[in-house]
């Protein structure tokens, strides 16, 4: 009781700050710059991962097959010292020819990309809240491990801005959505429609499609059906990726979950080595920093079958970037978006956008 008390107390002022600063946006007291592109937005109501970097990865070879010359801009939360982080490098191998630029000052890189990449449209990673910079498309995604984030904003619950900034959405987008029945997905639909009745609903799953090496080698996901794999992560949402891992058959022994946007140290590397290694038929779902003990009363450990391998994600494997923990090939599960529902009005949408952008040749564009 008496941390619930706390909570509520200390969502107060946060609620208060960014409804604030919501209303000054809405009201033109604080400007909204325009990139002078079309700019598209596509972010989250909640903490945690929701599928973000897919569907900026859709959205970018979307655009890419239009003939546009579109770039990538994000805050860069995370970066490593060579100024990336891990969906920067993720989104780099995916999309070899699509710049990305990454400063906290989302403004001077939008201006940096069209000013010296002559990029024709922008995808504003991870901006639903980044109100700085215009935008003429916001693409919203709820998880459906937690739509709506218990309904109240940080700490008390896991909203960035309470549930009525969903009206500010062109689109909203159920990620994840064969982890729902159809009565849950009918329910957060009728409520997405209730808070932005304007905007475009759709419905995707994060679909596997390969396994995929660090030097970028691909092989099906076929090849371990059935087999004994050990695999962690280091992401948002580790209930999606296991997820994930279920929906392709494997056979997980043991589960390691890292925090979210982890920078694996050497020590690191070492003790997942020593970890796969010994990964055989005590399943474990244990975190790095909880005790690995295998045994009660001093017993010796009973004899484990070896895995096949070991299985992350791709943001976990292009910061490691390795062929193999010890004698075990590391792979990723490379995953993409796959509409369920609602492809059509999103590509609509698009594509109005870019009606807009050849009609108009003079003046503000885009929404604050």
Known sequence: ???????????????????????????????????????????????????????????????????????????????????????????????????????????????VVTEELETELIVLDDGFQHRRLRRDLDIVLLDALEPFGHDHVFPR?????????????????????????????????????????????????????????????????????????????????????????????????????YPDHHRYSREDIEALVQWAMRAGDLAENTKPDESEAETNSGEQPAAEEPVEAVLCTHKDLVKIDLPRLGNIPLLAVAVGIEFRTGEVAVVERLERLLANENAETEGPKGKQ
């Open 157 to 257: 619950g896991t909203l960035r801005e309470p549930v009525s900034g969903l009206s500010r959405a062109d689109v909203v987008v159920l990620s994840r959505s064969d982890m729902m029945e159809e009565t849950q997905r009918e329910q957060v639909r009728q409520r997405a429609k209730e808070l932005a009745p304007q905007a475009a609903w759709a419905e995707v799953v994060h679909a596997p499609r390969a396994l995929i090496s660090a030097s970028g080698e691909e092989q099906p996901l076929e090849s371990l059906r059935g087999k004994r794999v050990a695999a962690f992560s280091g992401i948002g949402n580790p209930a999606g990726f296991r997820h994930t891992l279920e929906t392709c058959g494997y056979d997980v022994t043991r589960w390691r979950e």
């Open 1 to 111: 009781m008496a941390l619930r008390i706390l909570l509520r107390v200390a969502e107060c002022p946060y609620t208060m700050a960014v409804r604030w600063r919501n209303r000054s946006y809405d009201c033109g007291a604080k400007e909204a710059h325009a990139a002078g592109v079309p700019v598209v937005s596509v972010g989250n109501l909640t903490m945690g991962g929701t599928g973000k970097t897919p569907m900026v990865a859709w959205l970018c070879r979307w655009f890419r097959n239009q003939g546009r010359r579109v770039a990538i801009v994000s805050r860069g939360y995370g970066a490593a010292e060579d100024g990336r982080n891990d969906e920067a490098m993720e989104l780099e191998q995916q999309l070899p020819d699509v710049p990305h630029a990454q400063d906290p000052d989302r403004v001077a890189a939008a201006r």
